[in-house]
């Protein structure tokens, strides 16, 4: 198989680079400037790889850059101002896509956009195939197939660690600050609206005894859940401490001068936990806790996976969630040897 990276000199675009090159999967990098795509493909170890190179405002050439590889992993953000010209273009050129992307409002619009689009096309397209939004949405449904029809799952995500966002993570944090701040959206009876208050103030975490404060935040599988799981409510969120961090101004000078990542050893310290708490209709509870290492490795493994899945085993065409594309506890199983554990406990009525 052959599969393209778009945005492969990026710091979670070189990440992937190396992950499909370890694997020993025939890859094109492909981007805005010749001179960065040869500098990461060095970077890697894949000097005579292929490069292409299209902008996201030219779609002709996109086709062209996609045009006869299997799939595409678009770690190109921020995603909500190009994301689509990618999604376009591989659905043009009959090349299944991912995305690296944990924008919320950009997913929805993936599936609101594409759907029809990418299923005539007989093209497989799933959005936020990342370190957050895979786990949990496929935790999800199992945890569906325990308890039933659900009134409600939470997911909490908490990362400690790993030396900070690169600099295109918070080029996506400026472009969608605003939807952060007001929290993101929440599923709620057949729909997607302004997510409001979150219904739960603090959340006791794995290995805390005291519970922790926490506030609505925009995940992707608010947007991927309700897809394939019949469920009422679905909201996400994350520690209240984060929202003082979203207090500090950051402008694109400020970025630029910021290191492009965490490096090695930062991202060795990093330990993400990913927690759903869900109640079904007759008021049985349960709890999936996904916890790993390094959020951006992770990314690398789980986009390239999830793009190869598509390939060597063709899901129904269209825009899916995770859980639509992949079978839950295969994906999950692959995850194990990379460190990526979860767990499912019954939870007492209060």
């Known amino acids: 198989m052959k599969i393209a990276v778009y945005g492969a000199s990026g710091y979670q675009g070189k990440l992937v680079l190396a992950e499909l090159a370890r694997r020993g999967i025939e890859t094109v990098p492909a981007g805005r400037n010749t001179a960065r795509l040869q500098e990461a493909a060095v970077a890697v170890g894949l000097p005579d790889a292929e490069q292409r190179v299209a902008d996201t405002g030219d779609h002709q050439s996109l086709v062209n850059a996609l045009r006869g590889c299997d799939g595409v992993i678009n770690c190109a953000g ?7 010209a990618v999604v376009r273009a591989a659905i043009a050129a009959g090349c299944h896509y991912v995305d690296t992307s944990g924008e919320q409002l950009y997913v ?32 999800a449904h199992i945890l569906a197939d325990r308890l039933g029809p659900a009134e409600e799952i939470i997911t909490t995500h908490v990362v400690v660690g790993g030396g900070g966002m690169s600099r295109g993570s918070l080029r996506s944090v400026v472009e969608t600050i605003d939807a952060i701040r007001a929290g993101g959206m929440a599923y709620q009876d057949g729909d997607w609206r302004p997510g409001g208050p979150a219904r739960r103030t603090a959340i006791t975490l794995p290995g805390r005894s005291e519970a922790t404060p926490v506030m609505p935040f925009p995940v992707s599988e608010v947007v991927t859940i309700p897809r394939h799981i019949r469920v009422r409510h679905v909201q996400g969120l994350t520690e209240a401490a984060l929202g003082d961090r979203l207090n500090t101004p950051l402008t694109p000078q400020i ?32 709890r999936g806790i996904v916890q790993g ?3 951006y490795g992770t990314t690398a493994v789980i986009a390239v996976e999830s793009v190869r899945r598509l390939i ?39």
Not at 78 to 84: C, L
Not at 316 to 339: I, M, R
């Open 255 to 286: 970025i630029e001068n910021l290191p492009e990542g965490p490096d090695d050893d930062s991202r060795r310290t990093q330990h993400f936990t990913y927690v759903l708490d869900a109640t079904g209709t007759d008021g049985r509870r349960a």
């Open 312 to 350: 060597a085993a063709p899901a129904e065409p269209g825009v899916l969630a995770p859980a639509q594309a992949y079978h839950p506890t295969a994906f999950l199983d692959f995850l194990v040897p990379h460190g990526i554990q979860r767990t499912v406990e019954d939870v007492a009525a209060t």
């Open 78 to 84: 921020p995603f909500t101002s190009s994301g689509a």
């Open 293 to 295: 290492p390094d959020t």
């Open 108 to 139: 929805k619009k993936i599936f609101d956009t594409f759907a029809t689009e990418a299923r005539n096309a007989g093209v497989t397209v799933v959005p936020a195939a990342n370190d957050g939004c895979v786990p949990v949405d496929l935790m």
